[in-house]
């Protein structure tokens, strides 16, 4: 037996119980998990492995990465992912939502807070935004809001 063997099977020992008839694990979420034996009394060897610190990761990285992509192919290579289809899926997962339509809420969030919030106009912030026209952005922004960016403007100015 060589020493990675030996070391291997050491740390196995570790977490090894014995006579154990069942074991319940309680997550930080609330969700409770039992193990238990087969009529055998079979070996069971579980191997947790924290969700949250992967999603966290996750969803750290889309958010560091978020402002500085133009489209979602982009955020998955700044996210470092090759594959647009795994990216969307871990997403999806994460976010509940697709990434193009995570990311146009986003959009048409700040758009909201620049058409309350400044002077730019809305051909400025069509062209800011890379909308194909301005009325492209008027009709997105009353789907998403009910009101037209400049009665919104009006009725946020009175």
């Keep these: 037996m060589d020493a990675k063997a030996k ?6 020992r570790k977490y ?18 039992k193990v238990t034996p087969s009529p055998d009394n079979e070996i069971v060897l579980v191997k947790l492995i ?10 750290d990285s889309v958010l560091s990465n978020y402002s500085s992509a133009r489209n979602m192919n982009e955020l998955a ?9 795994t990216f969307t899926r871990h997403f999806k997962k994460c976010f509940g939502q697709t990434p193009y339509q995570w990311m146009l ?8 807070s620049l058409v309350l919030n400044s002077d730019i106009s809305i051909t400025e912030i069509s062209r800011m935004y890379d909308f194909k ?8 922004y009353s789907k ?14 009175i």
């Excluded at 070391?7 to 196995?12: L, M, S």
């Excluded at 809420?105 to 909201?112: F, P």
């Design 133 to 140: 026209s301005v009325s492209h952005l008027v009709n997105a």
């Design 7 to 12: 070391i291997n099977k050491e740390d196995v």
């Design 77 to 85: 290579k700044l996210c470092k992912y090759d594959c647009l289809r």
């Design 50 to 59: 924290p969700r949250t610190s992967k999603s966290k990761r996750f969803e």
């Design 16 to 33: 090894l119980l014995t006579d154990v008839a069942s074991c319940t694990f309680t997550f930080s979420d609330g969700l409770k998990s």
């Design 144 to 157: 998403r809001f009910g009101i037209s960016p400049h009665k919104s403007r009006l009725s946020n100015a």
């Design 105 to 112: 809420d986003r959009k048409m969030e700040e758009i909201q």
